[in-house]
């Protein structure tokens, strides 16, 4: 896994501007960053720790923490809203037993987002990366099944 | 007013304008050439000022005034940044731009980059917006073995290299200093105004942000010239916008439409109006910073500098009767909540204590401190943030008390 880390920091120059891109590229290839890979990308930038720490905390899709094996994203803009996106939340949370934002459940996580710009073909649900549109509070039991 | 006149989605129909052949079938790339063989670029500076273009992102700033402010910098060195961070809620006009024309977005861009004597620009784009880099990058790619862009444009003296940047899930970075703090590896947070970007942008230099459709209008204007272009629209606020109709309407997408249109316009004849059954309660008007628009207003023109509402990125969601309008409530908040940069306090606590607000307002749990409260956090949040994150947390959510009467 070292190696690995070592090869994608090496398709970027060590300049500030390709920071946040490497760091993207890493949490994406790996999950999250661990504090170990941080202290890399940082002595790789020549930034210290903390600097490294400061702009990966800041973004949605850098992460820093180790992620549950299922990430659940629904999308609760507004044009979701009024599709219904709540009861799809609520009908995520009682079938796991937990709520949207917590990290107490090491296997699953639900995060209600913000708009993706599929407004037109909401609710939007996204797991792992897959992108559901159309879900209802019936369909989503058959979506999450497979994911099981 | 003649409401066929289309500038930026004339062709998006006809054919696909990704092939860059087809593109240049329609015209396309001739204002590069034009541009190119008059090397004036004062000139068209000039037609793009006497255009009186604002800025489509939002804020509705004269476009002409940005350039001509780094155009006549002292620095040599100097930057475009093409902002397609689009990612206010019901939004995705720059995403249409970039999926049916990303050919008219690039030309624009290497004009204005030209004429402002940048030698790198930048497309900011918007990290959730995956297959729109990949048309982004081989748009460019074909561009750029045509020598639209590169070392010695069309044979010319002009240098210009053009990178994509994909951002990474942060709204805010839509505000051009958090932007620019974001391409240089920091957090996406505001700076202090001024100095502004056109005088200490990126890595410190002139840089002019411009949004994808401020910028997809620049071809027409080099062709046509600025003059023409003001006669187009609403006076005050001229050229066309692109409009994002969702929710209750029959039929939801993205219009273009002459600036100075009426809400009752696009909603009951662009948009064919409600869906069967549905009711109209109220529309609103620019995204979830949107303020709402009751039945009685409907009339009210859609352009810029407007006193009541701000048309914002030109989003419109019409919602009807039977929505549940807690759901509504805790989508905006629950967005501003999320999107906090939290480098100052009003915004970070105000846009928290709403939320959980709107929580207990869904759970039907309000008390009469709750209530008290809302006022002093919208208070606040208008008044104290560090930059117009706060008062557009706050704008719905006021209408929501004051004209939907949701407190009472």
């Known amino acids: ?13 060590p300049e500030n501007i390709s920071l946040l891109p490497a760091l993207k590229k890493i949490s994406a290839a790996f999950g999250h960053i661990s504090e170990k890979d941080m202290q890399k990308v940082a002595d790789y930038f020549e930034v210290p720790l903390s600097k490294a720490y400061e702009t990966a905390s800041f973004y949605d899709q850098v992460q820093i923490k180790k992620q549950p ?50 407004c037109g073909e909401g609710p939007i649900m996204v797991i792992n990366n897959k992108v559901y549109n159309n879900v209802t509070q019936s369909s989503v039991h058959g979506i999450l099944e497979k994911w099981l | 007013m003649n409401k066929n006149i289309k500038i930026i989605t004339k062709y998006w129909d006809v054919a696909d304008l990704k092939k860059i052949k087809n593109y240049e079938s329609f015209g396309g790339y001739k204002a590069l050439h034009k541009f190119i063989k008059d090397k004036n670029s004062d000139k068209f500076a000039d037609e793009i000022k006497n255009s009186s273009l604002l800025g489509r992102g939002g804020a509705g700033f004269p476009t002409g005034d940005k350039l001509e402010a780094v155009a006549g910098s002292g620095e040599k060195e100097r930057y475009f940044i093409c902002n397609l961070d689009e990612s206010e809620p019901g939004t995705y006009k720059d995403r249409a731009i970039v999926d049916n024309d990303p050919h008219k977005l690039i030309e624009g861009i290497i004009i204005l980059s030209l004429i402002i004597g940048a030698r790198k620009a930048f497309i900011y784009i918007n990290g959730n917006y995956g297959k729109q880099e990949e048309i982004l990058e081989n748009a460019l790619e074909e561009a750029y073995k045509k020598k639209y862009w590169g070392e010695k444009i069309l044979k010319s003296d002009y240098n210009l290299e053009i990178g994509i940047f994909s951002g990474a899930g942060a709204y805010i970075c839509g505000e ?97 109006g409600l869906a069967k059954g549905k009711e109209f309660w109220f529309a609103q008007i620019g995204g979830s910073s949107g303020r709402l628009i009751m039945e009685k207003e409907l ?104 004209k939907l009467k949701i407190l009472k």
């Open chain 2, 176 to 272: 051009e200093t958090a932007l620019i703090n974001s391409i240089e590896g920091s957090r996406g947070e505001p700076k202090m105004r001024p100095p502004y970007p056109t005088e200490k942008g990126l890595f410190g230099k002139p840089t002019l942000v411009n949004n994808a459709e401020t910028i997809s209008n620049i071809s027409w204007i080099v062709i046509y010239g600025g003059e023409e272009y003001a006669k187009i629209g609403s006076k005050n606020s001229p050229g066309t916008k692109l409009f994002v109709l969702g929710g209750a309407v029959k039929k939801p997408g993205v219009y273009e439409l002459p600036l100075g249109v009426t809400i009752r316009e696009l909603i009951f004849e662009i948009g064919g």
């Open chain 2, 299 to 402: 009339d009210a023109k859609l352009e810029f500098g407007n006193k009541d509402f701000s048309i914002g990125s030109g989003a419109i969601l019409v919602v009807d009767k039977t929505t549940n309008i807690y759901d509504l409530l805790l989508s905006w908040t629950g967005f501003f909540r999320r999107e906090s940069c939290g480098k100052c306090v009003p915004c970070r606590e105000g846009t928290f204590r709403l939320w959980e607000i709107a929580k207990r307002l869904q759970d039907g749990e309000i008390s009469e401190a709750d209530k008290k409260a809302v006022k002093d956090i919208l208070w606040t949040l208008e008044n104290t943030t560090f930059c117009p994150f706060g008062k557009f947390a706050a704008a719905a959510f006021r209408d929501a008390v004051e």
């Open chain 1, 69 to 118: 094996n299922l990430v659940i994203k629904v999308c609760s803009g507004a044009n979701c809203a009024m599709n219904n996106s709540f009861a799809v939340i609520r009908e995520i949370e009682n079938y796991f037993k937990i709520k949207a934002g917590d990290e107490f459940n090491a296997k699953v996580k639900l995060e209600i987002i913000s708009c993706l710009g599929q």
């Open chain 1, 1 to 13: 896994m070292s190696k690995t880390i070592e090869k994608i920091l090496l398709e970027f120059d």
